[in-house]
């Protein structure tokens, strides 16, 4: 433990499993208390099981529903004060299927989840955020490429570097950094499970198609992600702003 982040507060969605569960952890071990949410009540509290309850507070919720945002960011700054970090990581995903065949349904869902979460969680924290603080948006490889059969994800992914690009401008005068994370293939169970809906479109099984594609020959790790997420926290990244950071593996490059 180095206290990169003694006395901040953060706040992290989709806190469950993943990276967010790992940035979670990375956040709390670094010293600062941490407001984690997620829409999965079971796995949350599974999540923070072993956790310091009096460093880490959970609470369930749907980022994309209005009422539930403003209520989670009541509740953490009645409890700790002003927020030091956001990390917006919430995100969900759909069939791999033609743009022509998407259920309309489902690109709803995952644009309100990816797009309106961002922006409802950037809109009622900012107010409540300290001079300094640090928003990390969760973008993707597809946020700054096209990827067939998969419209609704990647249309969510850039429109948070949209986002993440607009909002950085209008935070600067305050000191706020706003930066996205653009994660490759993650070895983690959101990324298991979109490659067994690739694996019959491809032919083959998707998770060693990627690492042969990967320069560095493999998936990364939630924690490898929690620790670039722990530097756009801190105040390490003082001057990083408007910023895409491609956690990749060299994939993109």
């Known amino acids: 433990m180095s206290d990169r982040l003694k006395g901040k507060r953060a706040f992290v969605t989709a806190a469950a499993v993943g990276i967010g569960r790992a940035c979670a952890v990375a956040f709390a071990r670094e010293g600062a208390t941490v407001f984690a949410t997620d829409i999965d009540e079971g796995k949350l509290e599974r999540a923070a099981a072993g956790l310091d309850p009096n460093r880490v507070m959970t609470i369930a919720a749907d980022v994309a529903k209005t009422d539930q945002v403003k209520a989670y960011v ?29 259920p309309e349904e489902i690109f709803d869902a995952i644009i309100a989840t990816h797009v309106r979460g961002c922006f409802l969680g950037c809109k009622y924290v900012i107010p409540q955020m300290n001079d300094g603080g640090s928003i990390i948006i969760t973008s993707s490889i ?10 609704s994800y990647v249309a969510a992914k850039h429109a948070l570097m949209g986002l993440m690009r607009g909002i950085a401008k209008e935070v600067a005068k305050r000191g ?25 479109l ?35 990244s003082a001057y990083t702003s408007g910023s895409a950071l491609m956690l990749d593996g060299g994939l993109c490059a």
């Open 74 to 102: 009541a509740r953490t700054v009645a409890t700790w004060g002003k927020i030091d970090v956001l990390f917006s990581n919430a995100g969900n995903d759909g069939p791999i299927v033609p743009t022509t065949e998407y």
């Open 176 to 200: 706020i950094r706003v930066n996205t994370i653009n994660p490759g293939p993650i070895d983690n169970e959101f990324m298991r499970t979109a490659e067994r809906n690739m694996s019959g």
């Open 142 to 151: 597809t946020g700054v490429k096209g990827v067939a059969g998969n419209c």
């Open 202 to 236: 491809l032919g083959r099984d998707a998770g060693d198609f990627f690492d042969q594609m990967i320069p560095l020959g493999r998936h990364g790790k939630p924690e490898e992600i929690a620790r670039a997420v722990l530097f756009l926290a801190s105040d390490h």
